[in-house]
């Protein structure tokens, strides 16, 4: 299969064709294509809908679209069919009919990402990728890394919600050639709905445990300026003692385009204030913590032929913890509250070189991560006052700074692609010592509908704030350790048509100095510790059938995925892993998107999840083996014109299971409600 962009003229109007293909899209003034791709599954239910025509043109062409879309997965622009590794992308449309209420609720259901959830809609959750730990994947906001340097735990303080996303893209594997030497088994981009249309939205919900959420969004344009403001706020008495949360985000895009250049401008802020039931240790379930979070970026995007792009970023988080909640019945030994606030600057910039030979891609980027706290890093000489908190200092600090540079190129030949490139990265934390990280990816179309990939990458990701420094009653942090590292192959094959479009991919991952909080039995205290060498490896596979396209009306789409995960590094008798070795050894997603009557449609999830490993219960010290378990969610929802209303329930049957130790997760919970959106001039 060859790919050729044949029509274009001044205003990037540009008609995209694959040759040998009965379809194709459009691509205009800037914008990415929304797209329908393998984001969710669903389960098979029944309804009928008013005509095979709409069904069939709605979900086939947001099928046929994924073939031509624009991913981040290499550092030149890169269409979905030359990438040569697998790439999962979740776009507005299926965002809106997921009976979820936050992104890491939504990712849940990504073949082979782990969400070990602590609070629900939003509050905090860990999220891995094929079997990693929580401080392996890099988040990124609109292309900038915001991943947070003191622990993973806070990598989704987002100043965005569902309401704000238009898609979301993974990449699963080493990223570090591509984002940087944090994306160690993984990336996640998530991208907002700027559009050329203006147009207002408001949403609210109401739901059990007195659940509410409020939030409205603006999209105006003026001439060639897009701008952008989203708010929400939602809040819960908690579905158990002390699972209660407050939740406030805020988040303004500027966009300017003209003549192929832009400006690009957003900034955010988040607010959280939940109680911690049991979060990090269940001997102390009375926690609380609250969190604020700042964040900024300009980025621009200049040349025609060469194409540059610099950008500038700020992160500020601030995190007070507290153990016992309000220091209500605190014991003698406790000493107060943990105090942290991080900063992080960040630039870097991006030239891409169109020559005869394919495009190269050169750049760098620096990194400076910088904490100050009362339980974290290296004594100050003197205590400085922590912002917004009356009478607390902070009397520690620690930074590091970061530097990379890069060099990639990116070839196309008929039905082959290819994508290689190495980056070097400098890291203060690290004596100095100077890091390469190679990597190639490669896919060649068989046929018209069958497209064979492989990758072979490498990456490195340095230990959090928390990992070498936390002193607790219950976790001490260590110094010492080593950056973790792993370099990883796959291999697999996709196949795209009209009705079906499925994959299977395997890979095989080999981590040295992988980094674990864990204990022995009859020990009160985790400990970091890098574990030495663990090799996984995992099978992927997955499909989603259109049955409309093969005359069946009654169903608009059935999604299958399967992943399956084996890490060599067994269990240690009495030993009591916290992240490393409870990885998910199965995972099953089933389901089904189909019409009711009318305007009426409802989607169904089930998911199945087998983890491996075990936690000490608090009680009287028993290893406790994870059970597997199944969950089903449920929304349906009436949709017409600008008017959307829905109901839903997660955790449809009740189910009584645990994510992470002694955390129970919530019963079923009802919600509902309604979304307005008004188009203007």
């Keep these: 299969m060859n790919i050729k962009k044949y029509f274009s003229f001044s205003e990037k109007l540009v008609f995209v064709r694959w040759q040998n293909r009965g379809y194709a899209i459009f691509s205009t003034l800037h ?26 043109t709605d979900s086939i062409s947001n099928k046929i679209r994924l073939a031509e879309v624009e991913v981040t997965a290499r550092r030149a622009p890169a269409l979905y069919t030359e990438v040569g590794r697998l790439i999962t992308v979740i776009p507005r449309a299926d965002i809106e009919k997921i009976p979820v209420r936050s992104l890491q609720g939504l990712l849940k259901y990504v073949m082979n990402v782990d969400v070990r959830e602590r609070g629900p809609l939003g509050v905090q959750a860990d999220l891995s990728v094929r079997g990693g730990s929580f401080d392996q994947v890099m988040i990124l906001l609109n292309g900038i890394n915001i991943t947070d340097p003191q622990t993973g735990h806070h990598n989704l303080n987002l100043p965005v919600d569902l309401s704000s996303i238009d898609r979301i893209e993974i990449i699963e594997g080493p990223a570090a050639r591509v984002y940087g030497p944090n994306a160690f088994s993984g990336a996640i981009n998530i991208i907002t709905a700027t559009s050329r249309q203006n147009k207002v939205s408001a949403e609210i919900m109401a739901g059990g445990h007195g659940l509410y959420r409020l939030g409205g969004t603006l999209n105006h344009n003026w001439g060639n300026t897009t701008s952008y403001l989203s708010v929400n706020q939602s809040a819960s008495d908690g579905y158990i003692d002390n699972t209660d949360f407050d939740l406030l ?136 006052e922590v912002p917004g908190e009356p009478d607390a200092l902070f009397t520690k600090s620690y930074k ?28 203060s934390g690290l004596d100095d010592r100077m890091k390469w990280f190679p990597g190639v990816d490669l896919s060649y179309w068989v046929t018209s509908h069958l497209k064979w990939m492989a990758s072979y990458n490498q990456s490195l990701r340095m230990p959090s704030f928390t990992d ?32 079906l479009t499925g994959h299977l991919n395997g890979f095989y991952r080999k981590g040295t100095n992988l980094i674990d909080w864990g204990r022995k039995i009859g020990d009160d205290v985790y400990t970091t510790t890098n574990v030495n060498k663990i090799n996984a ?12 396209s093969i005359g069946m009306p009654v169903i608009e789409k059935i999604e299958v ?95 009584d299971y645990y994510d992470l130790g002694e955390l129970k997760r919530p019963g079923r919970w009802i919600s509902a409600g309604l979304n307005f959106v008004l188009n203007y001039q």
Aim: no cysteine.
């Design 31 to 56: 914008r990415e294509v929304k797209i329908g791709v393998l984001a969710a599954t669903y389960f098979i239910s029944l309804g009928y809908m008013n005509t095979f025509a709409r069904t069939e």
């Design 400 to 427: 590091r700074a970061n530097a990379s540079v890069f060099i990639e190129h990116n070839i196309k030949v008929g039905n082959f692609s290819a994508s290689g490139g190495v980056m070097a990265n400098f890291n």
């Design 537 to 548: 490896w995992g099978i992927e596979v997955g499909a989603t059938l259109i049955p409309a």
């Design 249 to 384: 985000n805020l988040f303004y895009q500027f966009r300017y385009q003209k003549n192929g250049e832009s400006l690009n401008f957003q900034t955010g802020y988040t607010e959280k204030a939940f109680g911690a039931n049991s979060f990090y240790t269940a001997l102390y379930p009375n926690q609380f913590e609250e969190t604020r979070t700042l964040f900024s970026s300009l980025g621009f995007q200049t040349g025609q032929t060469i194409q540059l792009k610099p950008s500038i970023y700020w992160r500020r988080h601030h995190d007070r913890f507290e153990l016992f909640r309000n220091g209500e019945n605190a014991p003698d030994w406790y000493g107060g509250h943990n105090y942290h606030m991080t900063d992080v600057f960040g630039a870097s910039v991006n030239a891409v070189i169109p020559w005869v030979l394919g495009k190269t891609s050169l750049g760098g980027e620096v990194r400076s991560e910088n904490i100050w706290s009362n339980n974290i890093g290296y004594e100050l000489h003197e205590p400085l």
């Design 561 to 655: 995925s399967y992943a399956r995960l084996d890490q060599d590094k067994k269990p240690i008798e009495g030993y009591e892993s916290v992240y490393v070795l409870n990885h998910l050894a199965h995972k099953l997603n089933i389901g089904v998107d189909h019409k009711i009557v009318g305007d009426l449609s409802a989607h169904w999830n089930f998911l199945f999840q087998d983890r491996v490993g075990a936690f000490t219960r608090s009680v009287d010290a028993e290893m406790v083996e994870y059970k597997p378990y199944w969950l089903a969610d449920v929304r349906v929802t009436w949709q017409k014109k600008g008017w959307r209303i829905f109901a839903e329930a997660s955790n449809l049957f009740d189910r």
């Design 468 to 499: 070498l420094f936390y002193q607790g009653p219950t976790n001490v942090g260590n110094p010492d350790l080593e950056p973790e590292e792993a370099s990883s192959i796959e291999t697999g094959f996709r196949y795209v048509s009209t009705a």
